[in-house]
């Protein structure tokens, strides 16, 4: 089919577009792709006139997001996660696409969820939660307004890692092979975690499945590990023995209020914040049965993490180019 990928110059997107390996398929970006220039556009969802959907194209699978901890205005969460999607949808009417497939976020539920289910009530506590929650929205009210013949998938994938990137999931892995590594908290706290490769491998079974109606899937790869649980496969896999060591969580917030005040006074952006340590602490655990119903992930979580550690630290790769994100 004809295929256009909306953000695909960022993590995701690379890997969806060298998975895919077709002429038919065609990214759409406002930055150059690091691998695949020759089948990139240039535009940015915040401007109309400069997304490319025309009617040869079948689908569309919007990754495009603002959704870093520190954006600044927080305007841009709006002006790219919710009109960025309108003018997305607005282009494909013209062009009369019918199926979408969009990655949202587990954000939307909130922090210290137990478990939640796609049926789960939102409660998003940050403007990036907030911001996809709406855009969902924008999307649902665009399939009920005609929704013959459509076919659309909302994804809400959990935190993505995976070789290249350098977010939040790298560095906690960096930080526990390094040997230096201080839990905050008691470590019982749950993690749901999706590779990279799997998340991409079911957004190219929803695209080809082209199911009519409005679906909507949590993403993580099972089963979820304990922060003890993952210091201690990372402890098997490096061959290291990391302190026991936890800092109480209290301790741990008021260094990150520390870090949130010093970065206000200096304009400079730091690896440590309230935001941070409490999403670090947190129990983000999520229901995913609904997705690996009908999708078997070609990789097991323990075997994700392996490949990871083996490429960024065990025997580090000489990369071209890497993802910065959070």
Known sequence: MMCVIVGGSGFVGSRLLSELN??????????PSPFFNERTTIGDIQKKDEIIIDKQTKAVVLLAAEHRDDVSPT?????????????????????????????????????????????HPEDPF?????????????????????????????IRPTVIFGERNRGNVYNLLKQISSGKFLMIGKGQNKKSMAY?????????????????GYHVFNYADKPDFTMMELVSVIEKKMNLRIPKTKTPYFFGMLVGFFFDILSKLTAKKFSISSVRVKKFCANTQFDASKAHASFKAPYKLEKALHKTLQHEFIEPADDDFLFYSE
């Open 126 to 154: 940050n403007h990036y939660g907030k911001s996809k929650w709406q855009a969902e929205q924008v999307i649902k009210k665009w399939f009920e307004k005609d929704p013959i013949g459509k076919s659309v998938t909302i």
């Open 75 to 119: 305007s841009l969460y709006y002006d790219v996660n919710v009109t960025g999607t309108k003018n997305v949808l607005e282009k494909m009417d013209e062009a009369g696409v019918k199926h979408l497939v969009f990655t949202s976020s587990v954000a939307i539920y909130g922090l210290n969820k137990q478990n939640p289910k796609e049926d």
């Open 22 to 31: 077709t002429e038919n398929c065609y990214n759409l970006d406002k930055n």
């Open 196 to 212: 990279v490769g799997n998340v991409v491998a079911f957004i190219k079974d929803r695209l080809e499945k082209k199911e009519q």
